[in-house]
Nanobody, 126 residues
Framework: QVQLVESGGGLVQAGGSLRLSCAAS????????MGWFRQAPGKEREFVAAISWNGGRIYYTDSVKGRFTISRDNAKNTVYLQMNSLKPEDTAVYYC???????????????????WGQGTLVTVSS
């Protein structure tokens, strides 16, 4: 099983950009679909984006389409989330997750995903 560590969060003004990284240690990173999720204060954790093991399938929640880009580098055991045109409503703790399901199913299996990182805080000021 892999272990996940997120980085790249911080404070940014509305309209700005951040790139989150999720580094995986352990074996068989390339056998996992990877996803990004977020949890705002007082709200449930929600799906943001997911990518299949080889990057061939990518999915986004509607609110981030056209602004966020998920990618992965299996040689570096890392998945990224490039976030552009950030809005105050994007403020949340962002988590990456790994699962040996399909990328499409990650959004629907949020309570049963195999591995979670510890999260990184993104704060977007208006």
């Amino acid at each position: 099983q892999v272990q996940l560590v997120e980085s790249g969060g911080g404070l940014v003004q509305a309209g700005g950009s951040l790139r989150l990284s999720c580094a995986a240690s352990g074996r068989s990173f390339s056998s996992y679909a990877m996803g990004w999720f977020r949890q705002a204060p007082g709200k449930e954790r929600e799906f943001v984006a997911a990518i299949s093991w080889n990057g061939g399938r990518i999915y986004y929640t509607d609110s981030v389409k056209g602004r966020f880009t998920i990618s992965r580098d299996n040689a570096k055991n890392t998945v990224y989330l490039q976030m552009n045109s950030l809005k105050p409503e994007d403020t949340a703790v962002y988590y990456c997750a790994a699962d040996r399901t399909t990328a499409r199913d990650m959004a629907h299996r949020i309570r049963n995903l195999e591995v979670w990182g510890q999260g990184t805080l993104v704060t977007v000021s208006s």
